[in-house]
Protein backbone atom coordinates (compact mmCIF):
# COMPACT_ATOMS: atom_id res chain seq x y z
CA UNK A 1 0.00 0.00 0.00
CA UNK A 2 1.20 3.33 -1.11
CA UNK A 3 1.55 6.17 1.93
CA UNK A 4 1.88 9.71 0.60
CA UNK A 5 4.17 12.11 2.32
CA UNK A 6 1.87 14.70 3.93
CA UNK A 7 3.94 18.12 4.33
CA UNK A 8 1.07 19.62 6.49
CA UNK A 9 0.86 17.29 8.86
CA UNK A 10 4.65 16.92 8.87
CA UNK A 11 4.85 21.12 10.28
CA UNK A 12 1.72 20.44 12.47
CA UNK A 13 3.90 17.47 14.43
CA UNK A 14 7.20 19.20 13.85
CA UNK A 15 6.83 21.77 17.51
CA UNK A 16 6.62 18.27 19.76
CA UNK A 17 9.08 16.70 17.69
CA UNK A 18 11.16 19.52 18.38
CA UNK A 19 10.35 19.84 22.30
CA UNK A 20 11.14 15.83 22.51
CA UNK A 21 14.41 16.97 20.94
CA UNK A 22 15.46 18.95 23.78
CA UNK A 23 14.74 16.34 26.11
CA UNK A 24 17.02 13.94 23.65
CA UNK A 25 20.00 16.45 24.34
CA UNK A 26 19.01 16.38 28.47
CA UNK A 27 19.16 12.82 28.35
CA UNK A 28 22.55 12.86 26.47
CA UNK A 29 24.28 15.91 27.92
CA UNK A 30 23.51 14.35 31.22
CA UNK A 31 24.39 11.21 30.70
CA UNK A 32 27.40 12.39 29.28
CA UNK A 33 28.41 14.22 32.22
CA UNK A 34 27.67 10.94 34.50
CA UNK A 35 29.98 8.89 32.24
CA UNK A 36 33.00 11.21 32.01
CA UNK A 37 33.09 11.39 36.22
CA UNK A 38 32.45 7.88 36.54
CA UNK A 39 35.04 7.70 33.92
CA UNK A 40 37.70 9.47 35.96
CA UNK A 41 36.73 6.77 39.05
CA UNK A 42 36.97 3.73 36.70
CA UNK A 43 40.15 4.78 35.42
CA UNK A 44 41.75 5.78 38.72
CA UNK A 45 40.52 2.52 40.68
CA UNK A 46 41.86 0.66 37.80
CA UNK A 47 45.87 2.54 37.94
CA UNK A 48 45.55 2.01 41.98
CA UNK A 49 48.18 -0.63 43.06
CA UNK A 50 46.04 -2.04 45.81
CA UNK A 51 44.66 -5.06 44.38
CA UNK A 52 41.55 -4.78 46.98
CA UNK A 53 40.28 -1.88 44.40
CA UNK A 54 42.26 -2.55 41.24
CA UNK A 55 40.37 -6.20 41.17
CA UNK A 56 36.89 -5.41 41.80
CA UNK A 57 37.04 -2.35 39.95
CA UNK A 58 38.36 -3.85 36.82
CA UNK A 59 35.71 -7.03 36.63
CA UNK A 60 32.99 -4.53 37.40
CA UNK A 61 33.92 -2.94 34.23
CA UNK A 62 34.04 -5.58 32.25
CA UNK A 63 30.95 -6.44 33.10
CA UNK A 64 29.09 -3.57 32.45
CA UNK A 65 30.84 -3.53 28.84
CA UNK A 66 29.87 -6.99 28.33
CA UNK A 67 26.26 -6.53 28.78
CA UNK A 68 23.62 -4.72 26.36
CA UNK A 69 23.07 -1.18 27.76
CA UNK A 70 19.25 -2.35 26.84
CA UNK A 71 19.32 -5.05 29.66
CA UNK A 72 21.03 -2.81 32.53
CA UNK A 73 18.33 -0.27 31.54
CA UNK A 74 15.53 -3.30 31.93
CA UNK A 75 17.29 -4.65 35.12
CA UNK A 76 18.01 -1.16 37.07
CA UNK A 77 14.50 0.32 36.02
CA UNK A 78 12.36 -3.29 36.75
CA UNK A 79 13.79 -5.35 38.76
CA UNK A 80 16.10 -3.14 41.10
CA UNK A 81 12.67 -2.38 43.03
CA UNK A 82 12.06 -5.56 43.73
CA UNK A 83 15.42 -5.15 45.66
CA UNK A 84 13.74 -1.83 47.76
CA UNK A 85 15.55 0.36 45.00
CA UNK A 86 12.70 2.41 42.64
CA UNK A 87 13.58 5.12 40.82
CA UNK A 88 11.88 7.14 38.32
CA UNK A 89 12.60 6.77 34.48
CA UNK A 90 14.27 10.02 33.99
CA UNK A 91 17.13 8.48 37.05
CA UNK A 92 17.22 5.71 36.14
CA UNK A 93 18.11 6.54 32.64
CA UNK A 94 20.76 8.76 33.41
CA UNK A 95 22.29 6.40 36.12
CA UNK A 96 22.59 3.75 33.67
CA UNK A 97 23.73 5.80 30.46
CA UNK A 98 26.33 7.09 33.17
CA UNK A 99 27.72 3.82 33.84
CA UNK A 100 27.71 2.28 30.90
CA UNK A 101 29.40 4.81 28.98
CA UNK A 102 31.65 5.64 32.09
CA UNK A 103 33.59 1.90 31.73
CA UNK A 104 34.18 2.85 28.28
CA UNK A 105 35.41 6.63 29.11
CA UNK A 106 38.03 4.90 31.53
CA UNK A 107 39.44 2.97 28.71
CA UNK A 108 39.83 5.74 27.00
CA UNK A 109 40.93 7.42 29.95
CA UNK A 110 43.38 5.02 30.43
CA UNK A 111 44.83 4.69 26.95
CA UNK A 112 45.10 8.16 26.73
CA UNK A 113 47.58 8.59 29.82
CA UNK A 114 49.61 5.62 28.83
CA UNK A 115 49.93 7.23 25.49
CA UNK A 116 52.10 10.03 26.96
CA UNK A 117 55.39 9.09 26.35
CA UNK A 118 57.25 6.86 29.67
CA UNK A 119 59.95 9.20 29.33
CA UNK A 120 57.60 12.37 30.39
CA UNK A 121 56.65 10.27 33.59
CA UNK A 122 60.45 9.07 34.35
CA UNK A 123 61.14 13.35 33.99
CA UNK A 124 58.63 13.95 36.34
CA UNK A 125 59.65 11.71 38.80
CA UNK A 126 63.04 12.72 38.50
CA UNK A 127 62.62 16.33 39.05
CA UNK A 128 60.87 15.13 42.00
CA UNK A 129 57.65 17.20 41.43
CA UNK A 130 54.29 16.77 43.18
CA UNK A 131 51.80 14.55 41.94
CA UNK A 132 48.84 16.99 41.35
CA UNK A 133 51.74 19.15 39.64
CA UNK A 134 52.68 16.46 36.78
CA UNK A 135 49.64 15.91 35.76
CA UNK A 136 48.04 19.67 35.81
CA UNK A 137 50.93 20.73 33.60
CA UNK A 138 52.62 17.73 32.15
CA UNK A 139 50.94 14.81 31.83
CA UNK A 140 47.47 16.09 31.07
CA UNK A 141 47.73 18.74 28.41
CA UNK A 142 49.58 15.96 26.74
CA UNK A 143 47.12 13.02 27.14
CA UNK A 144 44.19 15.32 26.28
CA UNK A 145 44.73 15.28 22.42
CA UNK A 146 44.94 11.59 22.35
CA UNK A 147 41.35 11.41 24.23
CA UNK A 148 39.41 13.59 22.40
CA UNK A 149 38.66 11.14 19.50
CA UNK A 150 37.56 8.49 21.80
CA UNK A 151 35.54 10.62 24.34
CA UNK A 152 33.28 12.37 21.14
CA UNK A 153 32.45 9.19 19.45
CA UNK A 154 31.17 8.73 22.77
CA UNK A 155 29.45 11.43 23.09
CA UNK A 156 27.96 10.87 19.72
CA UNK A 157 27.12 7.22 20.73
CA UNK A 158 25.46 8.46 23.46
CA UNK A 159 23.28 10.60 21.69
CA UNK A 160 22.49 7.65 18.88
CA UNK A 161 21.21 5.04 22.35
CA UNK A 162 18.92 7.60 23.64
CA UNK A 163 16.06 5.72 21.55
CA UNK A 164 16.43 3.21 24.14
CA UNK A 165 15.45 5.20 26.90
CA UNK A 166 11.72 4.76 24.82
CA UNK A 167 11.37 1.30 26.54
CA UNK A 168 11.19 2.28 29.62
CA UNK A 169 9.18 5.73 28.77
CA UNK A 170 11.56 8.85 28.79
CA UNK A 171 9.63 11.51 26.94
CA UNK A 172 12.56 11.54 24.56
CA UNK A 173 12.47 11.90 20.69
CA UNK A 174 11.65 8.23 19.45
CA UNK A 175 9.48 7.79 22.01
CA UNK A 176 7.42 10.98 20.76
CA UNK A 177 7.74 9.73 17.27
CA UNK A 178 6.25 6.45 18.19
CA UNK A 179 3.67 8.16 20.10
CA UNK A 180 2.38 10.05 17.79
CA UNK A 181 2.48 7.16 15.13
CA UNK A 182 0.37 4.72 17.41
CA UNK A 183 -2.02 7.40 18.09
CA UNK A 184 -2.73 8.51 14.69
CA UNK A 185 -1.51 5.22 12.37
CA UNK A 186 0.92 7.23 10.30
CA UNK A 187 4.49 6.30 11.30
CA UNK A 188 6.54 7.55 8.10
CA UNK A 189 6.84 11.34 8.64
CA UNK A 190 7.44 10.78 12.49
CA UNK A 191 9.83 8.20 11.91
CA UNK A 192 11.56 10.06 8.87
CA UNK A 193 11.91 12.97 11.08
CA UNK A 194 13.45 11.04 13.70
CA UNK A 195 15.99 9.91 11.21
CA UNK A 196 16.82 13.34 10.00
CA UNK A 197 17.05 14.81 13.29
CA UNK A 198 19.71 12.30 14.79
CA UNK A 199 21.49 13.01 11.11
CA UNK A 200 21.39 16.79 11.49
CA UNK A 201 22.76 16.59 15.20
CA UNK A 202 25.24 14.05 14.78
CA UNK A 203 27.23 15.01 11.15
CA UNK A 204 28.09 18.36 13.09
CA UNK A 205 28.80 17.34 16.47
CA UNK A 206 31.38 14.50 14.52
CA UNK A 207 32.45 17.86 12.48
CA UNK A 208 33.11 19.71 15.03
CA UNK A 209 35.06 16.71 17.26
CA UNK A 210 37.42 16.87 14.76
CA UNK A 211 37.73 20.20 14.33
CA UNK A 212 38.40 20.29 18.37
CA UNK A 213 41.44 17.55 18.10
CA UNK A 214 42.86 19.81 15.07
CA UNK A 215 43.37 22.97 17.36
CA UNK A 216 44.16 21.02 20.47
CA UNK A 217 46.76 19.30 18.12
CA UNK A 218 47.61 22.39 16.52
CA UNK A 219 47.89 24.48 19.75
CA UNK A 220 50.46 21.63 21.22
CA UNK A 221 52.47 21.68 18.51
CA UNK A 222 53.34 25.23 19.12
CA UNK A 223 53.70 24.40 22.75
CA UNK A 224 56.24 21.72 21.91
CA UNK A 225 58.09 24.16 19.36
Not at 49 to 67: A, G, L, M, Q, W
Not at 75 to 99: D, R
Request: proline share 4%; hydrophobic share 50%.
Amino acid sequence: MYVEWRWEWSFEILPQMLWATLNTFLAAGVGYAIAAIVGILFMLGQRTSYKIINIPTREIVEFIRSTPLLVQLFFVYFVAPQFGLTLSAWVCAMITIGLHYGTYLSEVYRGALEGVSKTQWEACRALNFSTSYNYRKIILPQAFPIAIPGMGNYLVGIFKDTPLLATIGVAELFFTANSIGAYTYRYLEPYTMVGVIFLVISLPTAFGIRRLEAAVNKAQGKVNV
